[in-house]
């Protein structure tokens, strides 16, 4: 079982800035990532980092949003920046063990006000 610990979110205007954290309690992990659920919308996957430190970022996120990963800490980190409303949306941390068994995030809001 890994608990995971999400920290950060928001209100912020277009054009803004926000970071969000998450803190897993198991060290060894496969991957770390940050999906996200608009209103009406399927969970969608917004970037993800494994652990040689190859990234994957979705589209319409690419060069805005930065990803990276604390191993010591256990922590990976989301760096969001040039926010539009259409990212407004809850975001969640998810983790992938080396047996391949998921583990989600309870979530954490972030509006984007145009």
């Known amino acids: 079982q890994v608990q995971l610990e999400e920290s950060g979110g928001g209100l912020v205007q277009a054009g803004g800035s926000l970071r969000l954290s998450c803190r897993a309690s198991?060290?060894?992990?496969?991957?770390m990532a940050w999906y996200r659920q608009a209103p009406g919308q399927q969970r969608e996957l917004v970037a993800r980092?494994?652990?040689?430190?190859?990234?994957n970022y979705a589209d319409s996120v690419k060069g805005r949003f930065f990803i990276s990963r604390d191993s010591a800490e256990n922590t990976v980190s989301l760096q969001m920046a040039s926010l539009k409303p259409e990212d407004t949306g809850v975001y969640y941390c998810?983790?992938?063990?080396?047996?391949?068994?998921?583990?989600w995030g309870q979530g954490t809001q972030v509006t984007v006000s145009s």
């Open positions: 198991r060290t060894v992990l496969r991957t």
């Open positions: 998810n983790v992938q063990t080396l047996s391949w068994t998921q583990y």
């Open positions: 980092i494994s652990r040689d430190g190859s990234r």
